[in-house]
């Protein structure tokens, strides 16, 4: 394990950065690669954001097209939140495995540790805690964008400051963006209280499609390319509602099924106080965090659901 030190004296001494986020992209790897791609550039550095799949529409407010361009040779890849290899998809393989030296700054506990400097915390609550660590270490001025960057990822990441990821460390780390006049209320306007029209339009077949197990401990829904094509969402708009998979009195267990086609299931599993669900996750194959996590099944709807009902069953 390395610290926040290592990793900024290791950046110092190198040069020609490609930044990886995780597949399907959500706001903590947007915010914390992002921020940590303008620290890099205001040092002088080469450096470019590589996407495993395209941002949604959600995020685009903290994106620029001038991020993704590459006009070097990489010599270090730096994942940003990618919990397990596979989470960068093919570029792994393209760019990761390639390169000169990998950095892994990721706070998922269940992350191996694949880089060769690995800056893994459990404790943070999001990758943008360890991020804004390096970024000071780096000496780097913490200018209005990139604190916002580092506020998208901490406000995305503790679901507005109400998971239990939340720490001292995280208000204290979040009071301190605040010196660079960040638009702290617009930025949580945006994400979390600013739907399509296609997303709400989604939201009707996710609650119709609530089902109650285990005496109402345990929630299901899914979103199928039915719900998508009578709704105009695509399937990431399913990631807005996944929390009310847990919402309703008495749940332990949330899980929102995204049918990706007869035989590749992909499940979001959340919990509120006392089931470990990346352990679930990761039985089969995925992995995450205590209170939420992800798993992808080569399998259909029928059968990943009987699979994860049957291990929640034992512990809810
Ligand atoms: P989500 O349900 O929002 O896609 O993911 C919840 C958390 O679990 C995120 O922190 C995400 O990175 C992690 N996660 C989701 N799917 C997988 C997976 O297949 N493998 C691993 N290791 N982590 C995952
Ligand atoms: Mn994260």
Redesign the pocket.
């Known amino acids: 394990m390395h610290t926040a030190k290592q990793i900024a004296n290791f950046l110092k001494d190198h040069n020609n950065y490609i930044i990886i986020p995780?597949r399907?992209p959500?706001g903590d790897c947007l915010g914390s690669s992002s921020a940590l791609l303008l620290a890099l550039r205001s040092l002088g550095k080469n450096a470019a954001i590589v996407l495993p799949s395209p941002i949604s529409h959600r995020h685009e407010f903290i994106w620029d097209s001038s991020y993704e361009k590459v006009d070097f040779k990489c010599e270090t890849a730096i994942s940003v939140?990618v919990?397990?290899d596979?989470?960068m998809l093919g570029l792994y393989e393209e760019i990761y495995q390639k390169a000169d030296y990998r950095i892994c700054i990721d706070h998922?506990t269940?992350n191996p540790g694949f880089g060769s400097l690995n800056f893994v915390d459990g404790k943070a609550a999001a990758a943008g805690e360890l991020v804004y660590q390096i970024i000071v270490e780096l000496g780097v001025e913490m200018t209005k964008d990139i604190a916002e960057r580092i506020f998208v990822s901490i406000a995305d990441d503790t679901g507005a400051f109400q998971y239990s990821n939340t720490t001292a460390r995280t208000h204290m780390i979040v009071s301190s963006l605040y010196d660079a006049n960040i638009d702290s209320d617009s930025i949580m306007r945006k994400l979390f209280a600013t739907h399509t029209v296609a997303e709400l339009n989604l939201l009707k077949f996710v609650t119709a499609r609530m089902e109650y197990h285990c005496g109402g401990k345990i929630c299901t829904s899914y979103v199928d390319s039915e719900a998508l094509i009578a709704s105009g969402a695509e399937m990431s708009a399913a990631?807005a509602w996944?929390g009310l998979t847990r919402a309703g009195e008495g749940i332990e267990v949330g899980m929102m099924f995204k049918l990706l086609s007869d035989n590749e299931t992909r499940v979001?599993?959340r919990s509120n106080s006392y089931v470990d669900v990346?352990a679930v996750?990761q039985k089969f194959?995925?992995?995450?965090?205590v209170r939420?996590?992800?798993?992808?099944f080569c399998e259909s709807y029928a059968e990943a659901k009987k699979k994860l009902l049957n291990e929640f069953e034992k512990l809810v």
């Open positions: 995780h399907s959500d939140d919990a397990a596979d989470m998922h269940t990631d996944i979001s599993l990346s996750a194959g995925g992995g995450g965090h939420a996590a992800g798993v992808t």
